[in-house]
């Protein structure tokens, strides 16, 4: 879904469980992705493994990809929860470094959808985060980023509420989501 997209820096941010990742998988080809979760799976064989040294490594590898990808002007989706202006920091830093324009996509599924399909993975086999993660990461979000405008520091931000009931809508077209460059 990114043919004839201008080159971009594509910065998700969202809960776990809100769908960032089948977005990502929706819109972006698989190598196009940067995905913290995978990189750690890549690493340790456990995507939810939380480790201060793991986490150092996988943070510091996503970097050394994303600065090489930008460096080649290759549109990159940042897919983590970045929830927080300071994580979202160094990747603003690395579009800024490359000349490249950063868009966020803000995923504002409902705290309660959220926990909703985070249980649905879980019973399909998937990552299984705890309830209380999601709704303080959530919260998080709606501190950081709010429930209108703009996030600071991009150049184009994009809010999308999913629902499982929008799914076939969200999914079945991209109708609702023509104007972003990044969609054209
Ligand atoms: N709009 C949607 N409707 C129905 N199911 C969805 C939707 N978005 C995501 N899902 C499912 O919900 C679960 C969580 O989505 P995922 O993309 O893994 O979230 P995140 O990457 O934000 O943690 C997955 O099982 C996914 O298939
Ligand atoms: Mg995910």
Not at 40 to 46: A, E, K, Q
Not at 94 to 115: K, L
Not at 136 to 165: C, N, Q, W
Request: charge should be positive.
């Amino acid at each position: 879904m990114t043919k004839g997209m201008p080159p971009a820096l594509v910065v998700l941010i969202g809960a776990p469980g809100s769908g960032k990742s089948a977005l990502a998988a929706r819109w972006f080809k698989p190598h196009q992705i940067l995905c913290l979760d995978e990189l750690r799976l890549r690493l340790t064989d456990d995507e939810g493994l939380r480790e201060a040294t793991v986490e150092t490594e996988v943070v510091r590898l996503r970097a050394e990809m994303l600065h090489i990808r930008l460096s080649r002007g290759l549109t990159t989706c940042i897919d983590a929860t970045n929830v927080r202006a300071e994580y979202r920091a160094e990747l603003l830093a690395a579009a800024a470094a490359h000349q490249m324009p950063a868009h966020a996509i803000v995923v504002e599924t409902s705290a309660w959808d959220c926990r909703k399909q985070n249980e649905a993975r879980r019973a399909a086999g998937g990552r299984y985060v705890p309830p209380a993660v999601v709704r303080k990461l959530y919260t998080a979000m709606r501190e950081s980023v709010g429930y209108h405008g703009p996030v600071a520091g991009f150049d184009i931000t994009r809010r999308i509420r999913l629902t499982p009931e929008f799914d076939s809508r969200v999914y079945g077209s991209t109708r609702q989501y023509r104007g972003a460059p990044w969609l054209a």
